[in-house]
C-alpha cells in the first residue's frame, strides 16, 4: 500500500513533460510574467506604493510558477514516439536516404 502511494506521488512529481508541453510552459510564463510586470508596475506607479507593487509582484510570479513548474496533464498531450532500443523498425535494407535531391538506397 504504501509502494503504490509513494509510486503515485513519484509520478506526479517526476516532472515529464513532451516538447509541445516545454514550448506551451515556456509562451504561458513568458505571458504571465509580462502581464504580472505590468500590472505591478500600473498599481506601484498610479498608488505611489512601491511596497504594494512588490507584494503583486512577488505574489503573482508565485502564481505563475504554481501554473508552469508542475507537470499538469496539459503540457503531456503530445507524446514522443521513440524507436525501440537498438535500431530502427524499419530493417536498414529498405531505408532511402535522399542526398542533393538524389535517391541513395543504404546497404
Known sequence: MADQLLEQVRDIV???????GQELADVLATVLLSVVGAISFLT?????????????????TA???????PPWPFFKRHPVQWLPVGGSMIPSS???????????VER
Open 63 to 69: 502564481l505563475v510558477f504554481l501554473a508552469v513548474v
Open 44 to 60: 506601484g506607479f498610479f498608488l505611489q506604493d512601491i511596497a504594494l507593487a512588490l507584494k503583486i509582484g512577488l505574489g503573482g
Open 94 to 104: 529498405h531505408q532511402n536516404i535522399v542526398i542533393d535531391e538524389k535517391m541513395v
Open 14 to 20: 517526476d516532472g515529464q513533460i513532451d516538447f509541445k
